[in-house]
């Protein structure tokens, strides 16, 4: 049974900063790619970042590019997702997602296993 466990989420003023972590297991995960999604109230989930197995590529929705930083440590299953420059906009809850693909997958519903999810919350 695979399970995904994010951690790191709180409350941050504007321009500060947040590590989300993400925590897989229950078998293993090579040539699984890891990515960040949210979702703010009223919207629909929306792509964050990927990062493929070796971490040698990844990508990034638009929004987000030059503030948030994904990573992942393989020998520990977690993928990290470094949040700087944080913005109202980036007020969400925060999931992690994982899928055998040596694509980077940018779809929500190309993703089968899912975190809980962990609140972001951005205040001006």
């Known amino acids: 049974q695979v399970q995904l466990v994010e951690s790191g989420g709180g409350l941050v003023q504007a321009g500060g900063s947040l590590r989300l972590s993400c925590v897989a297991s229950?078998?293993?995960?090579?040539?699984?790619?890891m990515g960040w999604f949210r979702q703010a109230p009223g919207k629909d989930r929306e792509f964050v970042a990927a990062?493929?197995?070796?971490?040698?590529?990844?990508s990034y929705v638009d929004s987000v590019k030059d503030r948030f930083t994904i990573s992942r440590d393989n020998a520990k299953n977690t993928v990290y997702l470094q949040m700087n420059s944080l913005k109202p906009g980036d007020t969400a809850v925060y999931y992690c997602?994982?899928?055998?693909?040596?694509?980077?997958?940018?779809?929500?519903?190309?993703?089968?296993?899912w975190g809980q999810g962990t609140q972001v919350t951005v205040s001006s």
């Open positions: 997602a994982t899928e055998r693909s040596f694509r980077l997958l940018v779809r929500s519903q190309d993703y089968e296993y």
């Open positions: 229950g078998r293993t995960f090579s040539n699984y790619i």
């Open positions: 990062i493929t197995w070796s971490g040698g590529r990844t």
